[in-house]
């Protein structure tokens, strides 16, 4: 999910589209997603916190691109 998806929202982005910022959007959210369940169901690993933060200003930077 995280590689795949983000490099498509990467080249969308470098490209400049108008649906950059909401696939900016959607994929931070689906990480944040991804990671709580994580969470959830492992025990607690950094990676996991620094993979979130990363989530979390994707998220904050694609609803300041709107």
Do not use: D, K, N, P
Request: hydrophobic share 60%.
């Amino acid at each position: 999910m995280l590689g795949l998806g983000h490099s498509a929202g990467f080249v969308l982005t470098l490209r400049r589209s108008v649906h950059a910022s909401r696939s900016a959007l959607i994929l931070g959210a689906g990480t944040l997603i991804w990671i709580g369940v994580q969470v959830l169901m492992t025990e607690l690993f950094w990676l996991q916190g620094f993979i979130a933060a990363l989530g979390l200003l994707e998220v904050i930077l694609s609803l300041r691109g709107r």
